[in-house]
T-cell receptor
C-alpha cells in the first residue's frame, strides 16, 4: 500500500523557536496533502490543506502566519511551527491524498515545547 | 456545518465478544466514509465505503454504509486484546475528511 513518512517523529524545543516537520509520500505523487493536529484523548482536527504549487488553505481558527505550510513538490509538504509555545505541544499528523483511494496518514510527529 | 458523530464514546468488552461501533454523519457533497484504527501512532486505514448496502470485510472486521440514513457501522467479531484501540470514522466531501471523536475500545482478557 501507499506509504507516507514524517520527519522527525519526535521533537522537543524551547519556547520561541521554530520547528519544521516534513511529510513525504514515498511511492506516489500527492497533489494534495493535509495537516492535522491531535491533542490527548481527542480526535484529529484538520489544520490545513496543502496544495502543490499553490497556497495552503487553512481551517477556521488556525493561524496561517504561525503554521507555515509549503508544498514544494508532488511528494513533499512541510509544516513549520513558528515561535512555538507550550500550548502548541501536540501530535501533528500529515496525510497524502491518493485519488480513487483516499488519504494515507504519516506516522505523526510529537511536538513538545518547553 | 459538516458533522460526524460516533457512538459509543468508549466501550469495554471481554475477549471473544462481538462489538458494533456506530457512525452518523451530516456533510455536504458526500464522497466516502472511512474507518480507521488508531493505537499509539497515526491512524491506520480499515475501510472505505462509498455505496449503500455493500458490506466490506477484512478478517473479523466488517463495515456497511446506509446512505439513506446517513449511517455506518463497524463490526468486530471474536474480539481480541489487540483490537483495543480508538476507532475513528471520517467522512469525505471532496478531498477533505471530517473526523468523528472516535470510539475507545478496550478488550479485556
Amino acid at each position: 500500500g501507499a506509504v507516507v513518512s514524517q520527519h522527525p517523529s519526535r521533537v522537543i524545543c524551547k519556547s520561541g523557536t521554530s520547528v519544521k516537520i516534513e511529510c513525504r509520500s514515498l511511492d506516489f505523487q500527492a497533489t494534495t496533502m493535509f495537516w492535522y493536529r491531535q491533542f490527548p484523548k481527542q480526535s484529529l482536527m484538520l489544520m490545513a490543506t496543502s496544495n502543490e504549487g499553490s497556497k495552503a488553505t487553512y481551517e477556521q481558527g488556525v493561524e496561517k502566519d504561525k503554521f507555515l505550510i509549503n508544498h514544494a513538490s508532488l511528494t513533499l509538504s512541510t509544516l513549520t511551527v513558528t515561535s512555538a509555545h507550550p500550548e502548541d505541544s501536540s501530535f501533528y499528523i500529515c496525510s497524502a491524498f491518493l485519488a480513487g483511494v483516499g488519504q494515507y496518514f504519516g506516522p505523526g510527529t510529537r511536538l513538545t515545547v518547553l | 456545518e459538516d458533522k460526524v458523530v460516533q457512538s459509543p464514546l468508549s466501550l469495554v468488552v471481554h475477549e471473544g465478544d462481538t462489538v458494533t461501533l456506530n457512525c452518523s454523519y451530516e456533510v455536504t457533497n458526500f464522497r466516502s466514509l472511512l474507518w480507521y484504527k488508531q493505537e499509539k501512532k497515526a491512524p491506520t486505514f480499515l475501510f472505505m465505503l462509498t455505496s449503500s448496502g455493500i458490506e466490506k470485510k477484512s478478517g473479523r472486521l466488517s463495515s456497511i454504509l446506509d446512505k439513506k440514513e446517513l449511517f455506518s457501522i463497524l463490526n468486530i467479531t471474536a474480539t481480541q486484546t489487540g483490537d483495543s484501540a480508538v476507532y475513528l470514522c471520517a467522512v469525505g466531501g471532496g478531498n477533505k475528511l471530517v473526523f468523528g471523536a472516535g470510539t475507545i475500545l478496550r478488550v479485556k482478557s
